[in-house]
């Protein structure tokens, strides 16, 4: 084995940081996007019940894709 896997998973990010654990929340992965998305002040209260990185995706919940 080699650490090929782990680079690759840095590259499919997208993102040019990976989510950090922000005010004691660990970062969640976007059901929908799959996405690390780290923890908002706006998510403050409904944090454990958040699924989805942003409305867009909470939108579109699924590989279902409109164009
Ligand atoms: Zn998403």
């Not at 454990?48 to 279902?64: L, M, Q």
Request: charged share 30%; glycine share 8%; with cysteine.
């Amino acid at each position: 084995m080699n650490d090929n896997s782990q680079q690759l998973l840095n590259y499919i990010g997208g993102m040019p940081r990976t989510a950090q654990t922000k005010n004691g929340f660990a970062p969640k992965v976007c059901e929908s996007c799959g996405l690390p998305f780290e923890w908002r002040k706006k998510w403050a209260r409904e944090w454990e019940n958040v699924k989805y990185c942003s409305e867009k995706c909470r939108r579109t919940k699924g590989p279902h894709q409109d164009g």
